[in-house]
Nanobody
């Protein structure tokens, strides 16, 4: 049982930065790979980024490569998504995700989801 709570979303203008946080209520946090997904209105939920158990490996969707950075702090049971150079196309609900052991690439691989936090980027 893992509970995930996202925060940090909001309304920003294009080019701005935003940092999302995800707090995990789990006693073995480093046992889980973590990730971020997003879902825009009328669209499928899509992969954004993932990070391995100890933070040694990260992977990003092509659409955010070079702009977004995923990080984790296992001492705090926290995962972050630093979003820079935001574009209107980044507007979506962003979801924190956890998967036992292995990094996440698809929604089907996710074991636990957070409730989501809205990110809106105006032009």
């Amino acid at each position: 049982q893992v509970q995930l709570v996202e925060s940090g979303g909001g309304l920003v203008q294009a080019g701005a930065s935003l940092r999302l946080s995800c707090a995990a209520s789990v006693r073995t946090f480093s046992t889980y790979a973590m990730g971020w997904f997003r879902q825009a209105l009328g669209k499928e939920r899509e992969f954004v980024a993932t990070i391995s158990k100890y933070g040694g490996s990260t992977y990003y969707a092509d659409s955010v490569q070079g702009r977004f950075t995923i990080a984790r702090d296992n001492a705090k049971n926290m995962v972050y998504l630093q979003m820079n150079s935001l574009k209107p196309e980044d507007t979506a609900v962003y979801y924190c995700a956890a998967r036992y052991n292995i990094v996440i690439r698809t929604t089907a691989q996710v074991d636990y989801w957070g409730q989501g936090t809205q990110v809106t980027v105006s032009s």
